[in-house]
């Protein structure tokens, strides 16, 4: 077998490279290139006699009933995952450090194995002991989950191997973990690609399927292994504020559902709690009748979600007034900024803009333009809002409010919330409900909502 030659792998994004440089021309970064043995070290086996047989996708058609899915026994990782855990799927679960993946996969492996399921539980980072006194503290210190702490890949593999085939296997964490085929050190791209191959190669063979947890990077990517993003089958990122309770799980990619779910939990001092009606979580804590604040009526995958949006608009004292954006998207804010500017007369040039979605939400609906506008606006003139109304739209270059989809069900949850009025675009009319329950203020243009509010 010929000897690996070393290369330099990026740590960020994986490229490789025969020299060693500053910038990584992949990605751009500084400083990540780290010498590593290739894998070229991987002893290949050729079984040229063995050939794949192809199957008609028709023959298969009665067979997807037994390749199901199982679900957790928790709404909100069902609801992200698209229904449970798929035989044969690898995952990967991304987060800050302390956000609460180790407690998450706590939980969904001890009622799985308290459903009857063999389930197991790897920690590369915490001690038996640790993983254990955790479980206590959830009150699960009972459920029979198997327990190990281990970090080599050949050894998890041989363990799971025996007995009867786990129907989910957690791996806290993708680089804690180290395979004997690569020379590198464990954490480096090398060895997390290395170990995530094997791990995936076991998942396909056994059914099982394995959930890998990722830590992620001060600029929120998963650490190390962006190749790994491409290797599984789904990639879920939980997020939250560091001082809120709320902790929102997003699938950034899901090969077997949707990727535009959220499931939203509250962290307890006994774990992660579901919270099935996120709307009113959201609005638990309103400023009512401070000026700066909408509410917004969005849709986050198939379930409407009402959410408090809140602008600062201040005389800046900067010769370029300060943008800041935490929940939306910050071109979003600016083209909103200018369609006031250009269309509404209304000059924001002199101020500071400051904005975010309450709860630590992040809405990538442009639908919110509306609620956004009639916040920074109602900041601006110091004039609250009317704290019975929803808003939801989508703005246009020329000042338009444009219809969004799904008014009906924005429109039934802002009414089950005690809403009264809504807010929306004038050609949404139509797709209201008659009994909607609430009263309707349709606007054409932007001009029109300014000149309600101002
Ligand atoms: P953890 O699951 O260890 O985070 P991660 O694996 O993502 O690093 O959770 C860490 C935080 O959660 C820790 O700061 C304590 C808090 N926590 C609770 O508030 N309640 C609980 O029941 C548990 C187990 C943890
Ligand atoms: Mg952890």
């Not at 699938?251 to 077997?256: D, L, T």
Request: proline share 5%; net charge neutral; with cysteine.
């Amino acid at each position: 077998m010929a000897k690996a030659s070393p290369s330099f792998v990026c740590q960020n994004c994986g490229a490789a490279f025969n020299r060693w440089q500053g910038k990584c021309e992949s990605c751009g970064e500084w400083n990540t290139l780290v010498e590593e043995a290739g894998d070229s070290a991987v002893p290949v086996s050729i079984r040229a006699k063995r050939r794949g047989r192809p199957f008609k996708l028709e023959s298969l058609a009665g067979k997807s009933v037994d390749a199901p899915r199982l679900p957790s026994g928790m709404a909100e990782l069902d609801r992200v995952t698209g229904g449970g855990f798929v035989r044969g799927s690898v995952l990967l679960v991304g987060g800050d450090p302390g956000i609460g993946k180790s407690t998450l996969l706590t939980q969904a492996t001890s009622l799985m194995a308290r459903s009857g399921h063999r389930a197991v539980y790897i920690s590369g980072e915490e001690a038996v002991a640790q993983v254990r006194l955790r479980a206590e503290r959830l009150g699960l210190a009972s459920a029979p989950v198997e327990l190990a702490a281990e970090t080599s890949v050949e050894d998890i593999i041989a363990t799971l191997s025996e007995g009867a085939t786990p129907r989910l296997i957690v791996i806290d964490s993708i680089q804690t973990m180290w395979t004997d085929t690569v020379e590198s050190a464990p954490g480096t791209v090398t060895q997390v690609r290395a170990s995530a191959q094997a791990l995936i190669r076991f998942a396909k063979k056994s059914g099982a399927a394995i959930i890998l947890v990722g830590h992620v990077t001060k600029d929120g990517q998963i650490a190390g292994p962006r190749v790994v993003e491409h290797m599984v089958d789904a990639v879920l990122s939980f997020e939250g504020e560091g001082s809120q309770q709320f902790r929102i799980l997003r699938a950034v990619k899901n090969r077997f559902g949707p990727t535009d779910e959220i499931g939203v939990f509250e962290m307890t001092g006994l774990g992660l709690r579901e919270v099935a009606n996120p709307s009113e979580l959201f609005l638990s804590e309103r400023d009512l009748g401070s000026p700066g604040t909408a509410v917004f009526a969005g849709i986050e995958g198939t379930r409407p979600v009402l959410v408090e949006l809140q602008a600062l608009v201040a005389p800046t004292t900067l010769g370029t007034p300060r943008r800041a954006v935490v929940g939306w998207d910050s071109a979003r804010l600016s083209m909103v900024l200018a369609v006031l500017e250009a269309h509404c007369g209304v000059k924001l040039s002199g101020y500071d803009v400051y904005f975010n979605v309450a709860g630590g939400l992040r809405i990538n609906e442009p639908a919110a333009d509306l609620a956004a506008a009639a916040a920074l606006v109602s900041s601006l003139a110091n004039s609250p809002l009317p704290t019975d109304a929803v808003y939801f739209g989508e703005i246009s270059l020329s000042g338009a409010v444009r219809p969004v989809a799904q008014t009906a069900a924005r429109l039934k949850e802002a009414a089950k919330l005690g809403f009264a009025r809504a807010i929306l675009p004038e050609t949404a009319r139509g797709d209201a409900p008659s009994d909607a329950g609430m009263a309707l203020q349709t606007v054409g243009g932007l001009t029109s909502l300014v000149a309600d509010i101002a």
